[in-house]
T-cell receptor, first 114, second 111 residues
């Protein structure tokens, strides 16, 4: 158990809908990262937050947004869902995001868009 | 940008040794990580290299050569449970210090 908690484990929804994925980082970690993993692609970095502020952005679509709250948990919002958004979404956390900082991953949320 | 290459798949026999290579191109290298991922599960951290040389951790070792843009993960005394994907990831200072992952190498351990 990495100490990173993600909910829900599975999510099935329809095209055009909106969903929210939740992540609680390990105790003491200030940085949260979101990744998408599709069958035909590797782990793709979406976005990073550090202590409530956005720190880095990857290939995150405009339909997707995220935030990190004062208690350090984070939410990833996916809207106007398309079939191609079906994937595993992982959250990871680390102490600071600096050199040598190790990211620990949650168990992921499997999103199926039908 | 970054380019990380690793073989797609490797097969080895239980008890043997397997070496997974990873080559990368990055402008602001700031560390290389190896993760293990079983199908449908979370990646789990295996090793970290930022200086040249070999890091050993039990049955797993990781090597880095920064001048060659090259790393390998060595898995010794293979066990059936080592069947998984192994992900090479590079941190780049010039890319906001974020981690970029290779496509992963699927290792199949046969009895």
């Amino acid at each position: 158990d990495s100490g990173v908690t993600q909910t829900p484990k599975h999510l099935i929804t329809a095209t055009g809908q909106r969903v929210t994925l939740r992540c609680s980082p390990r105790s003491g970690d200030l940085s949260v990262y979101w990744y998408q993993q599709s069958l035909d692609q590797g782990l793709q970095f979406l976005i990073q937050y550090y202590n409530g502020e956005e720190r880095a952005k990857g290939n995150i679509l405009e339909r997707f947004s995220a935030q990190q709250f004062p208690d350090l948990h984070s939410e990833l919002n996916l809207s106007s869902l398309e079939l191609g958004d079906s994937a595993l979404y992982f959250c990871a956390s680390s102490k600071s995001g600096g050199q040598g900082d190790i990211q620990y991953f949650g168990a992921g949320t499997r999103l199926s868009v039908l | 940008g970054q380019n990380i290459d690793q073989p797609t798949e490797m097969t080895a026999t239980e008890g043997a040794i397997v070496q997974i290579n990873c080559t990368y191109q990055t402008s602001g290298f700031n560390g290389l990580f190896w993760y293990q991922q079983h199908a449908g599960e979370a990646p789990t951290f295996l090793s970290y290299n930022v200086l040249d040389g070999l890091e050993e951790k039990g049955r797993f070792s990781s090597f880095l050569s920064r001048s060659k843009g090259y790393s390998y993960l060595l898995l010794k005394e293979l066990q059936m449970k080592d069947s998984a994907s192994y992900l090479c990831a590079v941190r780049d200072l010039d890319a906001g210090n974020k981690l970029t992952f290779g496509g992963g190498t699927r290792v199949l351990v046969k009895p």
